[in-house]
Nanobody, 123 residues
């Protein structure tokens, strides 16, 4: 499985941005796909996840109500719509595949990672 993330950029606080992750290879409907991020000087943290079938979504508390994850099976893409961006959302965003997740967050590490895409939010 290969994952290709895109859509990062520089925006102002309050703006919106949409990230996309193009997936190639065989992907199973029960797989979880998602996004993680790493801010400067910090560890990588979970952002959002969705079942490849489109059922079940999970979000970190810090992004609930502002970010929406979606999947387009026809295009083999997972997208992250980010609204009301804040300076603290500045990070490198990574898409990832196949990990277990609950309402409390991931319980296993992803097996596949895409390259990161940088999101910079200026205040």
């Amino acid at each position: 499985v290969q994952l290709q993330a895109s859509g990062g950029g520089v925006v102002q606080a309050g703006d919106s941005l949409r990230l996309s992750c193009a997936a190639s290879g065989r992907i199973f409907s029960h797989w979880n796909m998602g996004w993680f991020r790493q801010a400067p000087g910090k560890g990588r943290e979970f952002v959002a996840a969705i079942r490849w079938s489109g059922e079940l979504t999970y979000y970190a508390d810090s992004v609930k109500g502002r970010f929406t994850i979606s999947v387009d099976n026809a295009k083999n893409t997972v997208s992250l719509q980010m609204n009301s961006l804040k300076a603290e959302d500045t990070a490198i965003y990574y898409c990832a595949a196949t990990f277990s997740v609950t309402e409390g967050g991931p319980t296993t590490n992803p097996n596949w990672w895409g390259q990161g895409t940088l999101v910079t939010v200026s205040s």
